[in-house]
């Protein structure tokens, strides 16, 4: 398995951690966002980013947890992490990329600043 690009958290709008094979609305999980992309997160979700939805250190953490994945595949062990996906996106909506990681039965995404 080849080594891939990690994830400059710096870029990063949000990022949520939920139930994986669920639905990523919020529904079974959560949604937290970056204080310098604030606005810009308020405008793509069409409503204003609280400031309970917004935690830098969240972010960073979560951030840490995909790219320790990232920077070393081999880190995929049998029965603890089920599976990796990178999963670049680029749609109409200006929300273009993220990386997302399944970690036991957790889904833990990180959505790019575009």
């Known amino acids: 398995m080849q080594k891939i690009n990690t994830v400059n ?4 709008m949000s990022v949520y951690s939920g139930i994986n094979g669920r639905c ?3 529904c079974s999980g959560k949604h937290t966002y970056a204080l310098k ?3 810009d997160a308020s405008k793509h979700r069409g409503y204003k980013v609280e400031d309970d939805e917004i935690s830098d250190r969240t972010v960073k953490l979560f951030v840490n947890k995909i790219n320790r994945i990232l920077s070393n595949p081999k880190n995929l062990v049998k029965g603890k992490h089920e599976y990796m996906s990178v999963a670049p996106l680029k749609q109409k909506n200006g929300f273009n990329n993220f990386t ?3 970690i036991n039965t957790r889904l833990y995404i990180a959505y ?3």
């Open 100 to 102: 997302s990681v399944v």
């Open 24 to 26: 990523c609305c919020g």
């Open 9 to 12: 958290a710096g870029k990063v």
């Open 112 to 114: 790019l600043a575009t």
């Open 37 to 39: 992309y604030r606005k």
